[in-house]
């Protein structure tokens, strides 16, 4: 098994570069495709700042910077590297839940406020009002993705930027009824939940 300095070694071999201590790695996974960028200088000094620690021995005084951990981050854009991603998916997803459920909050408190009006909650049902949020040209409307469901209002008024990866048509987008806003993440996060469970 190469060490890290070998690897690194191979990757200036065979890499053109791209600017000094930069090489350029392409690479094809299916449809995934694209091209990374391999710091290998700033990977070489995050390996010569560590060895001391890891091999037990006092370290010189030096420490990794921010730059270390951005260089070696971007490894994770290549398909047979995605692991530090699997290991911080599970936070990243605590927090975006988090998010989306103060932004349903918000959002339904902010319908008893209309329903107490009545008046701006019966207006902003409207197609009128409806229509002040979409494209007004009727070609980019018939072209556009149109309005969903809003999971909070339950009205047909959440104006979709985007659908989700899956196919599942759930729509990415901001309700102008209640102002809730559903990320690109949460769509995809309820199109598997519906994939999961045949719905």
Not at 31 to 58: C, K, M, Y
Not at 60 to 72: C, D, F, K, N, T
Request: charged share 30%.
């Amino acid at each position: 098994m190469k060490s890290a300095n070998d690897l690194l070694d191979v990757i200036v071999s065979e890499l053109p570069e791209v600017t000094p201590g930069v090489q350029a790695l392409a690479f094809e996974d299916g449809e995934d495709e694209g091209t990374i960028q391999v710091a290998t200088g700033l990977l070489r000094q995050a390996i010569g700042t560590t060895q001391p620690i890891r091999h037990a021995r006092p370290s010189q005084g030096s420490r990794l910077q921010p730059i270390h951990v951005e260089a070696l981050v971007a490894l994770d854009d290549h398909p047979a590297l995605r692991r530090l991603r699997d290991e911080h998916f599970d936070e990243y997803w605590k927090q975006e839940t988090h998010n989306d459920r103060h932004a349903q909050v918000r959002a339904a408190w902010y319908v008893e406020q209309l329903r107490a009006t009545r008046e701006e909650w019966d207006r902003r049902r409207t197609d009128d009002y409806l229509d002040q949020f979409l494209p007004a040209d009727p070609k980019d409307r018939y072209g556009g993705l149109g309005t969903a469901s809003c999971p909070v209002c339950e009205q047909d008024a959440l104006v979709v930027t985007r659908f989700d990866d899956f196919g599942a048509g759930v729509g990415a987008g901001t309700c102008c009824v209640c102002g809730y806003t559903r990320t690109e993440f949460m769509a995809n996060d309820e199109a598997e939940t519906r994939r999961m469970i045949g719905y």
